[in-house]
């Protein structure tokens, strides 16, 4: 299975528009990808908003409950949030939700640096998988994989996913 970048590129114009629509009831105040898809995915979200919202980005790998199993990433970035994240409304994006444990770490971090008013997720790919009870509210593909498979996206500039044969977790 392979999403070239005009097939993701309607899954994130479709995002966007669900993600207008809770921002008019929430009052969304910052966009926060997580490193390194979930940025990609991010900014390529916010630029297809008509409204585009600040956008900050945090790498969630200090933070993560399972580094026997994947290890620590060899490029860690530092987390760069330009706003305020104390009572803002905030919409976490990441390019696939499986077992929850990123969504986790992320929300560890977001909360060493405030106390956000809310926290939406919005991901690309849902492959199900749940070790911890997350759920996204707004989603581009909801998929149904094997154990052995998961999808991988490449970019940042060009953005494509495909199905891979599983390495290591995630």
Partial sequence: MHWNPEQIDAL?????????RLE?????TGLVGIESGGAWVA???????SKPLP?????ANFYRDDFEKRGLKKSVKPSKLPFDVEGAHLILVDD?????????AA????????RPASIRLAVLFDIGRRELPIRADVC???????AEQRVELSGPDR??????AVGNGR
Avoid: C, H, W, Y
């Avoid at 008019?24 to 969304?28: L, N, R």
């Avoid at 581009?140 to 094997?146: M, R, W």
């Fill in 12 to 20: 994130l114009r479709d995002m966007a528009s669900a993600l207008e």
């Fill in 24 to 28: 008019e009831t929430d009052g969304a």
């Fill in 43 to 49: 900014k390529a979200l916010n630029e297809r908003l």
């Fill in 55 to 59: 956008l900050g980005f945090l790498d």
């Fill in 96 to 104: 696939v939700l499986m077992t929850g444990r990123t969504i986790r």
């Fill in 107 to 114: 929300m560890n971090e977001l909360f060493d640096f405030g």
């Fill in 140 to 146: 581009g593909e909801v998929l149904s994989l094997p």
């Fill in 159 to 164: 953005l494509e996913a495909s199905v891979q």
